[in-house]
């Protein structure tokens, strides 16, 4: 097994998605002075929406303006890393897990947070997905 990753730069935790929660984690672990990395595909599934609702302060913004805000708030945090890349697989180690990277990065990670959310699965009516 090869880890390209300096040694003794193990992740605190490893973010696997971007969304709200993802970020929200991300910034939490980041404050806590954690060693965090926050790996995205950079394609949100609400992405064809105009609109995000219920959202105290930002009722009615673009989904897509939400998520660079939320990583605008973590450029302070240095200690958090975040990759525009999927991750492909992870499994545990002895310290924690090792998780692939798309690029064929293998990392290392005490802790994996898995923030992916759910995937919609249309069905085939013409027309629905443009909805």
């Known amino acids: 097994m090869l880890i390209k990753q300096k040694v003794g730069s193990m992740f605190d935790v490893i973010i696997v998605g971007g969304g709200s929660a993802g970020l929200s984690a991300a910034l939490y672990l ?41 990583r605008e708030q973590l450029r302070p945090y240095q200690n958090v890393e975040i990759r525009t890349l999927e991750v492909t697989d992870a499994f545990p180690s002895e310290d924690g897990f090792v998780v692939t990277l798309a690029d064929g990065v293998q990392v290392a990670t005490r802790k994996l947070l898995l923030t992916t959310g759910v995937r919609d699965e249309l069905p085939p009516i013409e027309g629905l ?3």
């Not at 992405?47 to 303006?65: E, I, K, V, W």
């Open 30 to 70: 980041g404050r806590g002075r954690r060693h965090v990395l926050l790996c995205d595909t950079g394609k949100p599934r609400n992405a064809p929406s105009p609109a995000a609702h219920s959202l105290f302060t930002r009722d009615g913004a673009a989904p897509t303006h939400l998520l660079q805000i939320g």
């Open 129 to 131: 997905a443009q909805f």
